[in-house]
């Protein structure tokens, strides 16, 4: 940024404008234009002052700007947003997953009008309930939320070559597993204890506002306590969070587009307690073609019982052939096991088209945040939730001021910019390791060692990027190179060879 | 069942049934559904794929249905496999390690399982790492074959056209070598004859590049957006 600030002061005709427009503005009381130009004066802006706290107003009245102006420099200034005068800003969130519970978190403690319209209070999604160690601390969930810990993986390759993965935890780290209808429900109960109004209502379509400061219409069905009948009602709002999970009614009013999506077939099924011990705090994973030919079957331990359930996205009329193959391969560990529900969900592998239009963004599943590889979804859509809620909040300055299209942009690119590696890096697992049969259990075996152990935990538990010792990155890719081509050869063998 | 897939329905409960029982749907009813003008159902649309295609990028042989008439449904048995792993003493040969033995006892053992996939079980966990057959072991048997027919491939090619642009310029041999083209020729041709060994080489290449930028291109899709209105 300060280099780009140094390429515009080069210019004087910028200079000036922007003098000129910081006096312009300094008509609307400010303290943060106040201090721009002060630092004007000085005659040097300041980094903080075309951060995206403030707004520079390069007024369409100065074409020569954009022509002098570096390429790749994208002040995306609002061109006057106006003030609300003496209303806060409205904004309503669709959907009351992680999502949008901890956008309503967000934006309510921060002032602003909230609506979180959910249809279903007690829903219990059906979802694999993992959360990553990190999301505890950093949305400060209580532990009582979390079933159980699962301090162990197992790891299953197509030959039934199991490895134990999870010897370099400590005591203190470990996958919560959460019921879907607790955590979403304490979410969305802490939203409205700082303010936001809980709607329980299922959103039907919004109408397109006609200017820039017009509303947002929105047409849902409100459902009254005791009551299942939907009575129609309408809204008024100046912003739409859409955080309706990945059949988003609002990513489809505002043409966001499609994206592919993986089907998630998951079986509860209640075990007997002698073998729920063995699942006590441990999760497994299957690979294999007959599971599932591009994602892989899981166990989860939920409460008081296990969920067996496989994906897929590109063979999903056969998802039911997948199920008896994992229920299968988990045989011996479920056996006497009664089915108490059965459900699925798709799964978003990619981000839609367009996340954000006008004032309105999109958010967790409803935009497409979900890892490839893993498919985690629930901290991801929390995450982007808040840093929604949060570039609405600075845009708006607290609710005072209008916001538009830039400021949701803003959102997009943090997040692009902070969470891009981990979805790259994921991807290229998925595509090398979910490849084939010799792919997957060159997986499985380099899942054997700790330093790959302790990078995945640590990424995975913390969602950073911990850079590890190179030579032991060294000896990683060799290892993963030679599994890689030692199973691969086996399975050209294999086509030559004559079972008898 | 098939209502349970939509998720705006709430799931279903199944009757609860023993695990073991329960009996297969046909997969026929949702294809059926929207083989008509129907709006595709959430198991249709969206990524998926048909025919061989939707089994896999490198589908086994038994994932295609392609299963050997050997297999008979009854669980891996070999005896030099104990307890989950392969028992070293019983490939020694003229007292020395077979691993050639070995790495054919390890492939008809993935090949039974791919056919036939058997339960994962706790008291019999399978246990054998290919790293225990020692490297010089799969050089001798995968690389070097390998290596000597790619190798003979470029000699021959590059005899050819040595004899060919001799004839052509008579340029010799050793001057073809010395010329920048020369050398740009040579390495056209190594390269080619490593990454292009079959047609279908070309496909998967084409395919490799495609892929490795996908991912990317859907997520700057949302950008390419922001990029237009900026133009405007």
């Known amino acids: ?500 | 069942m098939a209502s349970s897939e939509e998720e705006r329905v709430p799931a279903t409960n199944s009757a609860p049934s023993e695990v073991a029982v329960l009996p297969q749907k046909e997969e026929g009813d949702s294809t059926a559904q929207s083989s008509g003008k129907k709006k595709p159902s959430p198991l249709e649309k969206g990524g998926t794929l048909r025919g061989e295609a939707a089994e896999g990028k490198d589908p086994s042989p038994a994932a295609l249905g392609k299963k050997s008439s050997a297999v008979s449904g009854e669980k891996f048995e070999d005896p030099r496999w104990k307890n989950g792993n392969w028992d070293m003493t019983k490939f020694v040969k003229n007292g020395k390690m077979d691993w050639d033995a070995v790495i054919d006892a390890e492939v008809l053992r993935r090949k039974w399982l791919e056919e036939n996939p058997e339960a994962s079980s706790n008291d019999d966990p399978v246990l054998f790492d290919t790293a225990t057959v020692p490297w010089w072991a799969w050089v001798r048997r995968f690389h070097l074959p390998e290596a000597e027919l790619l190798n003979g491939r470029a000699a021959m090619v590059g005899f050819f056209a040595a004899y060919l642009i001799d004839s052509l310029t008579g340029v010799g041999l050793v001057d073809q070598t010395n010329s920048f083209v020369g050398k740009l020729l040579l390495l056209i041709t190594v390269v080619g004859i490593l990454l292009v060994r079959k047609n279908e080489d070309l496909e998967t290449i084409k395919t490799l590049v495609k892929e490795s930028t996908f991912y990317d291109k859907q997520w700057q899709a949302t950008w390419k957006d922001s990029e237009e209105q900026q133009k405007k």
């Not at chain 1, 997040?415 to 697992?429: A, Q, R």
């Open chain 1, 1 to 500: 940024m300060a280099s780009a600030l140094q390429g515009i002061l080069g210019t004087p005709s910028t200079r000036r404008v922007c003098e000129q427009s910081l006096e312009q503005g300094a008509g609307n009381a400010g303290n943060r234009l106040q201090s721009c130009q002060i630092s004007v004066r000085s005659s040097h802006l300041s980094a903080a002052c075309l951060s995206g706290r403030s707004k520079l107003f390069l007024a369409a009245s100065t074409p020569s700007l954009t022509r002098n102006s570096r390429p790749g420099l994208r002040i995306l200034a609002a061109a006057g947003s106006k003030k609300l005068g003496n209303r806060k800003l409205r904004v309503a969130v669709i959907g009351g997953g992680p999502a949008g519970g901890c956008a309503a978190e967000t934006l309510a403690k921060n002032g602003i009008e909230t609506f979180l319209i959910e249809r279903k209070m007690d829903n219990a999604k059906p979802c694999g309930g993992a959360i990553p160690l990190c999301m505890v601390g950093e949305f400060d969930l209580p532990l009582d939320i979390i079933d159980r810990k699962v301090t162990k993986m197992k790891m299953i390759s197509p030959s039934n070559v199991a490895v134990d993965v999870g010897k370099t935890l400590n005591e203190n780290e470990y996958i919560g597993m959460v019921r879907r209808e607790v955590l979403d429900s304490y979410l969305r109960e802490r939203a409205a204890s700082f303010g936001a109004n809980l709607v329980n209502g299922l959103f039907l379509r919004m109408e397109m506002p006609s200017d820039a400061n017009a509303p947002y219409v929105l047409h849902y069905n409100l459902y009254k306590p005791g009551s299942s009948v939907g009575v129609p009602a309408t809204m008024e709002v100046d912003a739409v969070i859409g955080a309706d999970g990945a059949n988003s009614r609002v990513a489809k009013d505002i043409d966001a587009g499609d994206y592919d999506y993986a089907i998630a077939f998951q079986e509860r099924i209640k075990i007997p307690d002698d073998k729920m011990v063995y699942y006590e705090n441990l999760a497994e994973m299957y690979v294999g073609d007959d599971v599932s030919p591009d994602f892989y079957g899981w166990v989860f331990p939920k409460c008081d019982h296990v969920a067996v359930g496989t994906g897929t996205v590109i063979n999903k009329p056969a998802i039911k052939k997948y199920q008896v193959a994992t229920r299968h391969r988990a045989r011996d560990k479920i056996a006497g096991g009664k089915i108490i529900r059965v459900e699925a969900h798709p799964i978003p592998e990619h981000p839609r088209p367009r996340r954000v239009r006008d004032r309105v963004a999109l958010v967790g599943d409803a935009a497409g945040y979900v890892t490839k590889c893993s498919g985690e979804g629930i901290y991801f859509a929390a995450k982007s939730g808040r840093m929604c809620a949060e570039a609405i909040v600075e845009g708006s300055e607290k609710g005072v001021r209008m916001i538009n299209e830039a400021d949701l942009r803003s959102y997009l690119k943090k997040w692009d910019t902070k969470y891009w590696p981990t979805y790259k890096v994921l991807d290229i697992l998925q595509k090398v390791f979910y490849r084939s049969n010799p792919a997957r259990e060159a997986f499985v075996e380099l899942c054997a060692d700790e330093y790959v152990q302790k990078m995945t935990f640590d990424s995975y538990l913390y969602k950073t990027v911990v850079p590890g010792n190179p030579l032991d990155d060294i000896k990683l890719a060799v290892n993963t190179i030679g599994s890689l081509i030692r199973a691969n050869a086996l399975r050209k063998e294999a086509r030559k060879a004559v079972l008898t």
